[in-house]
């Protein structure tokens, strides 16, 4: 449980966004991919999965590890099938988030969401490194009670909002990881993230990776970087993460320029340049192949489910 605690103390937690969606009318959504994680309780109607097969529950939570792609059901009904670039191109036709405080939770067919980061050594998306699923969270009241307070929060003028938000989001997250221990869920993947996240050397690379996101990260500039040959440093990689180090840098790259997108005005070619891409065309062809939508549309979201 040690090992657990440390994890949790070196967590770079960081509120993005929060809403209370009204479903208009049933959809469904292909290969709904977002890099920052989602908490969402279900205030009425129905919300599916397709990797999860139990009923959920109205006051049942869904969790959605960020870079997860996902095909999700909101509403009762037969739903409409459409792609996520679709869904992105004509969200008003399927959710409303606005909203008063006291509408919270009163809503006909409406969810609540929370979306934030978690990084270990702010380099390192935790829950995206355990390589878990979308998962159902059932009767867990305090959840439900944070997600609320910080709905309220978000569309309030009060003095220390800010801060309020940010520490009940970091409670979102010790109250997630408590719940996959006690539970037991993901007990291998935990295993491994514990174990990597001790070895110094692969710190080491991640940190530089966040570092030098538009620079050389070519594997023998990484073998340098954790003092192993060429040849080893992919297997090494590997070997601690599951994935190989060239996929892992373009999802950081392309976690990066989502947040460049939502935070700045610059072009697409300058923030492709800025992320590593010297050609715009193919850092838009692999945006595309990965987010399932083009650059141009995740810059005009205004959150993660309706903008």
Same mark, same amino acid.
Request: net charge neutral; glycine share 6%.
């Given at each position: 449980?040690?090992?657990?605690?440390?994890?949790?103390?070196?967590?770079?937690?960081?509120?993005?966004?929060? =809403?209370?969606?009204?479903?208009?009318?049933?959809?469904?959504?292909?290969?709904?991919?977002?890099?920052?994680?989602?908490?969402?309780?279900?205030?009425?109607?129905?919300?599916?999965?397709?990797?999860?097969?139990?009923?959920?529950?109205?006051?049942?939570?869904?969790?959605?590890?960020?870079?997860?792609?996902?095909?999700?059901?909101?509403?009762?009904?037969?739903?409409? =099938?459409?792609?996520?670039?679709?869904?992105?191109?004509?969200?008003?036709?399927?959710?409303?988030?606005?909203?008063?405080?006291?509408?919270?939770?009163?809503?006909?067919?409406?969810?609540?969401?929370?979306?934030?980061?978690?990084?270990?050594?702010?380099?390192?998306?935790?829950?995206?490194?355990?390589?878990?699923?979308?998962?159902?969270?059932?009767?867990?009241?305090?959840?439900? =009670?944070?997600?609320?307070?910080?709905?309220?929060?978000?569309?309030?003028?009060?003095?220390?909002?800010?801060?309020?938000?940010?520490?009940?989001?970091?409670?979102?997250?010790?109250?997630?990881?408590?719940?996959?221990?006690?539970?037991?869920?993901?007990?291998?993947?935990?295993?491994?993230?514990?174990?990597?996240?001790?070895?110094?050397?692969?710190?080491?690379?991640?940190?530089?990776?966040?570092?030098?996101?538009?620079?050389?990260?070519?594997?023998?500039?990484?073998?340098?970087?954790?003092?192993?040959?060429?040849?080893?440093?992919?297997?090494?990689?590997?070997?601690?993460?599951?994935?190989?180090?060239?996929?892992?840098?373009?999802?950081?790259?392309?976690?990066?320029?989502?947040?460049?997108?939502?935070?700045?005005?610059?072009?697409?070619?300058?923030?492709?340049?800025?992320?590593?891409?010297?050609?715009?065309?193919?850092?838009?062809?692999?945006?595309?192949?990965?987010?399932?939508?083009?650059?141009?549309?995740?810059?005009? =979201?205004?959150?993660?489910?309706?903008?």
């Amino acid at each position: 449980m040690e090992d657990y605690n440390k994890i949790i103390e070196s967590l770079g937690v960081k509120f993005a966004k929060s =809403r209370h969606i009204n479903i208009l009318q049933p959809v469904e959504i292909k290969n709904f991919y977002d890099v920052e994680n989602t908490i969402m309780i279900l205030y009425d109607g129905d919300v599916k999965v397709s990797s999860v097969e139990q009923k959920v529950e109205v006051g049942d939570l869904l969790f959605i590890p960020g870079g997860k792609a996902s095909t999700i059901t909101y509403g009762s009904g037969e739903p409409k =099938r459409v792609s996520f670039e679709e869904f992105m191109t004509r969200r008003e036709y399927y959710f409303d988030a606005t909203y008063k405080p006291e509408e919270i939770g009163k809503v006909k067919n409406s969810v609540g969401l929370v979306a934030f980061e978690a990084k270990v050594f702010d380099s390192v998306n935790f829950f995206n490194s355990l390589d878990i699923p979308p998962f159902f969270i059932k009767n867990n009241e305090k959840l439900a =009670r944070l997600i609320k307070d910080i709905l309220i929060e978000d569309v309030s003028d009060m003095p220390g909002r800010g801060r309020v938000i940010a520490n009940k989001t970091e409670e979102i997250v010790i109250e997630i990881v408590r719940h996959i221990l006690e539970n037991q869920l993901f007990v291998e993947q935990l295993a491994t993230n514990s174990t990597y996240f001790k070895d110094p050397r692969l710190i080491d690379i991640f940190t530089y990776i966040k570092d030098n996101i538009d620079g050389d990260l070519s594997n023998k500039q990484l073998a340098n970087v954790a003092n192993v040959s060429e040849d080893y440093v992919g297997q090494y990689f590997k070997m601690l993460t599951g994935i190989n180090p060239q996929d892992y840098i373009e999802y950081q790259r392309m976690e990066a320029a989502v947040n460049l997108l939502r935070t700045s005005k610059k072009s697409i070619r300058a923030i492709g340049a800025e992320v590593g891409y010297k050609d715009t065309a193919y850092f838009c062809r692999r945006f595309k192949m990965m987010f399932g939508i083009p650059a141009g549309k995740m810059r005009r =979201r205004e959150s993660l489910l309706i903008n």
